[in-house]
């Protein structure tokens, strides 16, 4: 498949004990921008013995440092592995153009942050994968520290190459470029795989991901073959005794501590404050989410472990912001307790508390008053869908009474600045459903100025729907270019008098086609990063005729991948990664969602069987703890719908 592609003349001993030394490096960060970013350094970062440490991990973020180092799931990995003695865990983030330019002008290998290391010189690089349109910047990292691009052309002097996150639940269009990839929750699985390398990956490569690939959670791609059909999607199949037919997600029954000497950066990043994860999944049920699934079972943190783990924060960073991360932070149980608590408790210092991705339905007057006389910053919804009808078919579970009651509440609390969530090209979605949103901003809009007078704003940010494997909505297709900028049109005539950012349909198109793609997309991205391609998801940076022309260079169709819908009993690429919720759930759901029924959150309630607790091992005991976020009462039985 990638026979020819290869042609830029690959130095198999680039970057291998190369000294990246001070002096080398003050002669080219002169001559690019926010120099800080490549120097390390900061306040927090670990920096360990060299020689002193068994296994050496570089824990790799493919995009600019700013959006890494506000990477929770990097600074948790990162506390985790440093905290044993045995093993080091350093960083690495893609470099901007200029800094690429002058390290291949200098000559100059990528290298960690903390003792500038060649990333050639680490035993394990580990990315995480939290967006498609990162995937060409893993190839300017790889390329940068001399490492072979494709898995198959490395040896046993080149690092192994792993990666997880969430677009690892669909690895396949990446296959070809990573050794393995480790499915779920990395805090267990990833430090039986660094224990595991130092036992036995110093010898044969093949024989070591033969023996990882027995490690629950982790899928390596070369122990297994694809074959592709006329009209259909590439489906792996194992190929060696080693290679598991399924490969079941690893989860943690409980949360793990949160770090909280976290490392400050020196330049502002794009979540410039301290961030505490007070749950973990979802059980509300949206059906365009994949998040909701992918991170189920709901699990809380305890609201003392989360006041104790804020005074160690604030603390060793220096912040003056707090932010309680979760998929739906008032969603929990205590969530009150827990803000008044911390307003207390920092109020002399001036430390704000903050509530990202609240859901309109439970953001309560009681938690409002919390923050009064407090610094307030700008509240987001996302209602999601501007018709009642809609919002049924995606099961989001709020009316336009929860909508207008919560922004009510929010401006009489003192909030002026809101910001409002929708989504375009959502399946059954119609003309009438657009002008909706339309309707209601203008009615949020009316109610602010009433309250809070000509200083009240309301915002709209209108993304594009996008298929997402293991959601009950990844069968449907991607909403066609000419009737979704239409439908941008009509938004922008509408509410010309309002702040609206939406998504480049040409940006979009390549999302859905990387999320649902299979193993063939491999060629197409590295050709497009041959072309030039570089940080596709930065509007300045994005060419999409690299992308295009790569298509069709490989004889694909991105609209293949994107814009048709999918049939239900065929195999998916992503089929034999089983994230707990079975197919057979998902395609009821979809079912439901075409008949527009909705899904009660099954939180305390009926449990809809959806096969988390059937998948994992202690399941039921951990619900009927109060472990889990799952109805202890009916733990796996199941209603019959």
């Not at 059980?283 to 809380?300: D, K, S």
């Amino acid at each position: 498949m990638f026979a020819g592609l290869d042609r830029r003349g690959y130095n198999p001993n680039w970057g291998l004990g190369v000294e990246v030394s001070e002096e080398r490096l003050d002669q080219i960060l002169s001559q690019v921008t926010k120099p800080a970013r490549y120097t390390g350094g900061e306040w927090n970062s670990v920096v360990k013995d060299w020689d002193g440490v068994r296994t050496k991990v570089l824990l790799a973020y493919p995009d600019l440092y700013e959006v890494g180092m506000s990477n929770l799931g990097l600074m948790i990995l990162y506390d985790l592995i440093n905290k044993e003695d045995d093993f080091l865990a350093e960083r690495a983030y893609t470099p901007w153009v200029d800094m690429e330019e002058a390290l291949r002008g200098a000559k100059i290998p990528l290298y960690s942050l903390e003792t500038r290391h060649a990333l050639g010189d680490f035993d394990i690089i580990g990315f995480s994968l939290s967006y498609e349109l990162n995937y060409t910047n893993i190839l300017t990292m790889l390329d940068l520290a001399g490492i072979p691009l494709l898995s198959c052309q490395r040896s046993e002097s080149h690092p192994l190459v792993i990666a997880g996150g969430s677009c690892a639940y669909n690895p396949e269009p990446l296959a070809d470029f990573f050794d393995l990839f480790v499915i779920g929750e990395g805090e267990e699985v990833l430090l039986e795989l660094v224990e595991a390398y130092g036992k036995w990956g110093k010898g044969e490569r093949d024989q070591f991901l033969r023996r990882a690939a027995q490690i629950e959670g982790v899928y390596v791609p070369s122990l297994y073959e694809v074959a592709y059909e006329d009209g259909a999607l590439g489906s792996p199949q194992p190929r060696t005794p080693e290679a598991k037919p399924v490969i079941t997600r690893r989860i943690l029954n409980r949360l793990p501590p949160p770090p909280t000497e976290v490392i400050v950066p020196y330049v502002e990043a794009v979540h410039d404050r301290g961030m505490i994860e007070i749950m973990r999944g979802c059980t509300r049920g949206c059906r365009f989410c994949q998040a909701g699934v992918i991170y189920r079972p709901l699990r809380e943190r305890p609201v003392e472990e989360v006041l104790v783990a804020a005074d160690e924060l604030l603390k060793a960073t220096g912040y003056e912001e707090v932010s309680l991360v979760s998929l739906s932070s008032c969603d929990h149980s205590q969530i009150e307790e827990m803000v008044r608590g911390l307003v207390t408790r920092h109020a002399p210092q001036q430390v704000t508390v903050s509530l990202p991705s609240l859901r309109v339905d439970s953001f309560s007057l009681g938690l409002a008053t919390l923050f009064q006389g407090r610094r307030k910053t700008g509240l987001t919804f996302a209602p999601e869908a501007g018709s009642q009808r809609l919002r049924e078919v995606i099961n989001k579970g709020i009316t336009e009474e929860d909508i207008l009651s919560t922004a009510e509440r929010a401006f009489r609390a003192g909030w002026q600045r809101i910001k409002l969530y929708f989504m375009l090209g959502l399946p059954t979605e119609t003309r009438e459903d657009v002008a909706a949103i339309c309707d209601l901003v203008k009615r949020i809009w009316g109610m602010g100025r009433e309250i809070g007078g000509r200083r009240a704003q309301v915002s709209i940010s209108a993304a594009t729907f996008v298929p997402k494997p293991h959601t009950p909505f990844q069968w449907m297709p991607l909403e066609g270019a000419a009737s979704l900028k239409e439908k941008q049109a009509f938004l922008r005539r509408e509410l010309k008098d309002f702040r609206l950012s939406w998504n480049d349909p040409q940006v979009t198109l390549l999302e859905a086609v990387l999320s649902r793609g299979d193993r063939r997309l491999g060629a197409v991205i590295h050709e497009a990063w041959r072309r030039g391609a570089r940080f596709d998801a930065w509007d300045e940076l994005f060419e999409p005729a690299n992308w295009w022309e790569a298509f069709q260079d490989q004889g694909l169709d991105p609209d293949f991948y994107a814009r048709r819908p999918l049939d239900r009993d065929a195999p998916l690429p992503w089929d034999h990664i089983d994230v707990g919720v079975k197919k057979g759930f998902l395609a009821r759901e979809c079912e439901r969602a075409l008949r527009g029924q909705t899904t009660p959150d099954c939180r305390g309630g009926p449990c809809f069987a959806c096969g988390v607790l059937e998948t994992f091992p202690g399941a039921r005991e951990a619900a009927r703890q109060g472990l889990w976020g799952c109805p202890p009462r009916v733990a796996g039985r199941g209603e019959d719908r």
